[in-house]
């Protein structure tokens, strides 16, 4: 698979995957007081309510961080990537690289 072909593969799914989210919890996310992430509409996106250890909330701003908005803009910046031709045998910019790392991570790929 070329570079260009990961970052097509990833950018898609990461848009399916935002689209989904946003049909059924739609952005922004919030925390709230009760340790929960709330959506838009009130729909619960997370839940830590039931408990009072910190390291069992300390996911909930980097959820409510990474909503469908969130997604659908890494799709966007992944897919504009596809058009530069990258051959991994060349030196790639850093920012190349980091597209190729975040798409792998999607891809489920990452070495």
Same mark, same amino acid.
């Given at each position: 698979?070329t570079?260009?072909?990961?970052?097509?593969?990833?950018?898609?799914?990461?848009r399916?995957?935002?689209?989904?989210?946003?049909?059924a919890?739609p952005?922004?996310?919030?925390?709230?007081?009760?340790?929960v992430?709330?959506?838009?509409?009130?729909?619960?996106?997370?839940?830590? *309510?039931? +408990? $009072?250890?910190p390291a069992?909330? !300390?996911d909930l701003?980097?959820?409510? %961080?990474? =909503?469908?908005?969130?997604?659908a803009?890494l799709?966007?910046w992944l897919? *504009?990537? +596809? $058009?530069?031709?990258?051959?991994e !045998?060349?030196?790639l910019?850093?920012? %190349?690289r =980091?597209?190729?790392?975040?798409a792998?991570?999607?891809?489920?790929?990452?070495?």
């Amino acid at each position: 698979m070329t570079p260009a072909d990961e970052l097509r593969t990833a950018a898609e799914k990461l848009r399916q995957d935002a689209a989904a989210a946003h049909r059924a919890s739609p952005s922004p996310w919030n925390v709230t007081d009760e340790n929960v992430v709330r959506c838009a509409d009130g729909m619960i996106v997370a839940d830590r *309510s039931g +408990t $009072g250890h910190p390291a069992e909330r !300390a996911d909930l701003p980097y959820i409510a %961080a990474m =909503h469908p908005g969130v997604g659908a803009a890494l799709a966007a910046w992944l897919e *504009s990537w +596809t $058009g530069i031709e990258m051959y991994e !045998a060349h030196a790639l910019p850093e920012d %190349a690289r =980091h597209a190729l790392a975040v798409a792998r991570a999607i891809n489920g790929t990452a070495p």
